[in-house]
């Protein structure tokens, strides 16, 4: 018979606040990424650089430090975006939450902000294939910031039913 390890032995888990960081951090992080392979490989013409253009001045935002500056900043308001999604989404099954999370947050970025960015057509004049990437890169972000705050958020309920029972 093997013998079972005293729980004091394994590493305490992170606090479903640190988990919620650290998923928006990477989800901003590695989409952010995915998104600027889609403007270099021409299926969008969009890049993630677009983010500093209200706030940036100079050519710089445009070339590799805008890019690595870009993308660690969409790493950051991604957090933002977890933290939101946590407090208002996070007790709901399923993935379709998350599909409709990252619908929204593509409504709200290309119809609400879009005067914001000057470097940005407005959505009407976007090409197809713009606005078909961008859908798609919204939807696997939105699913993957639901369901993982919803998987972390159910074990979690599920540890702490199993010790009060």
Do not use: Q
Not at 15 to 35: K, R
Not at 86 to 102: D, E, P, R, T, V
Not at 112 to 120: A, E, G, T
Request: with cysteine.
């Amino acid at each position: 018979m093997t013998k079972i390890p005293e729980k004091s032995k394994y590493p305490k888990p992170m606090s479903f606040v640190t988990v919620v960081f650290w998923t928006g951090l990477f989800g901003g992080l590695f989409w952010g990424t995915i998104g600027f392979f889609a403007y270099y490989f021409n299926f969008t013409e969009i890049r993630p650089n677009i983010i500093l253009g209200p706030w940036a001045l100079g050519d710089w935002k445009n070339e590799w430090l805008g890019t690595i500056i870009s993308i660690i900043l969409l790493g950051i308001l991604s957090v933002g975006a977890a933290f939101i999604y946590s407090i208002a989404l996070k007790k709901f099954n399923g993935i379709w939450l998350g599909l409709g999370y990252g619908i929204v947050l593509f409504l709200i970025v290309y119809l609400v902000l879009n005067p914001i960015f000057s470097d940005m057509k407005p959505f009407l004049d976007l090409s197809r294939n713009t606005v078909i990437t961008s859908i798609c890169l919204y939807l696997v972000y939105g699913l993957f910031i639901g369901y993982s705050i919803n998987y972390e958020y159910e074990i979690n309920h599920m540890e702490e039913n199993e010790t009060a029972s």
